[in-house]
């Protein structure tokens, strides 16, 4: 089921992964939800870090609770079917940058939460691509820029196999463009707070990697490479291991782009074949709206669509 807030245009999805699982992802809450209704979805998910991360805690981001970063959040929520418990949930956040003059969002892949119960049900799918392809067919399938930061091999792999244009990455091809470097200095210079990073961590322009970076509320993500889940192909450990001073608590800064190959690798690798059909008619909706809508707008100028309009009708 597809559903948006009455008179409002943020995106809130409602899809169901698996037998066990159903998946609601959430556009800029803060924008639409009742205080009450913030206050209880800021409690779950800090519950499902505790059940995750022992005796640690994380303070950065959507789990601080501060409305601000609710309202540039788009979050995943995975439940279990049958107990309605939050089992996994997915924070991005959308980064408003400038790029050759003109304004450009790049969506942060954020943080992901699974709980160790659930880790084996097969939800990557959902939790590391579903968001950015509804994203991506909203904006009709117009490139979108994303990043993420990140001192785990298999998340550095992962981000590099999945999106195209990624710097640093390690496949063929991988280059410091332009748009890389203006992007990473905005990113640096004004939304550390979106990935838990402090003023006083480091930033090595020549290898994008971030130094000293556990120092803004998200301390207890730090890790020994060891403990660091391992990509299944040798390179990209490698790389992280070369390129990454652990003990100090280096981060690599990956950007990259989601396109329309990426959205069809992502349909044709990643999606369970039991969830295509369902998730190819809500992606083929939204494309749909996306393009139609503006022109249904444009031959109605004697109606007011509100904010859609820069005039109203008397």
Not at 44 to 54: C, K
Not at 125 to 132: E, H
Not at 144 to 173: C, D, H, K, R
Request: glycine share 8%; net charge positive; hydrophobic share 40%.
């Amino acid at each position: 089921m597809l559903s948006f807030p009455l008179g409002k245009t943020y995106l809130d999805f409602r899809f169901s992964a698996s037998k066990h699982a159903d998946v609601r992802i959430l556009e800029r809450p803060a924008r639409w939800m009742s205080e009450s209704e913030l206050k209880l979805l800021v409690e779950e998910m800090r519950a499902l870090v505790g059940r995750s991360i022992p005796g640690e805690s994380l303070d950065y981001g959507v789990l601080t609770g501060d409305t601000g970063r609710l309202d540039a959040a788009i979050i995943t929520l995975i439940r279990d079917k049958a107990s309605r418990h939050l089992i996994a949930f997915n924070a991005l956040s959308v980064m408003s940058c400038d790029l050759h003059g003109q304004p450009v969002d790049v969506i942060h892949l954020g943080l992901v939460i699974v709980e160790p119960g659930a880790r084996a049900q097969g939800l990557s799918w959902v939790l590391y691509g579903l968001t950015t392809m509804l994203l991506f067919a909203r904006r009709q399938m117009r490139p979108l820029w994303i990043s993420n930061v990140t001192q785990v091999p298999a998340i550095f792999g992962m981000v590099s196999e999945a999106f195209t244009n990624v710097y640093p990455s390690p496949m063929p091809g991988s280059r410091r463009s332009f748009e890389h470097v203006c992007l990473a200095r905005e990113i640096m210079s004004r939304h550390r707070h979106v990935f838990g990073v402090g003023p006083d961590a480091g930033w090595d322009e020549a290898r994008f990697v971030i130094t000293n970076s556990y120092t803004g509320g998200s301390d207890n993500l730090k890790k020994p490479f060891e403990a660091a889940t391992h990509h299944r192909k040798e390179i990209f450990n490698e790389v992280c291991k070369r390129e990454l001073d652990y003990g100090r608590g280096d981060d690599f800064l990956q950007l990259g782009q989601v396109t329309t190959q990426v959205a069809r690798d992502y349909f044709m690798k990643s999606v369970p074949r039991d969830s295509l059909g369902g998730l190819a008619v809500q992606f083929a909706f939204l494309v749909a709206q996306s393009l139609l809508l503006p022109v249904w707008h444009w031959f109605t100028p004697g109606r007011a669509f509100g904010d859609l309009r820069p005039w109203k009708t008397s």
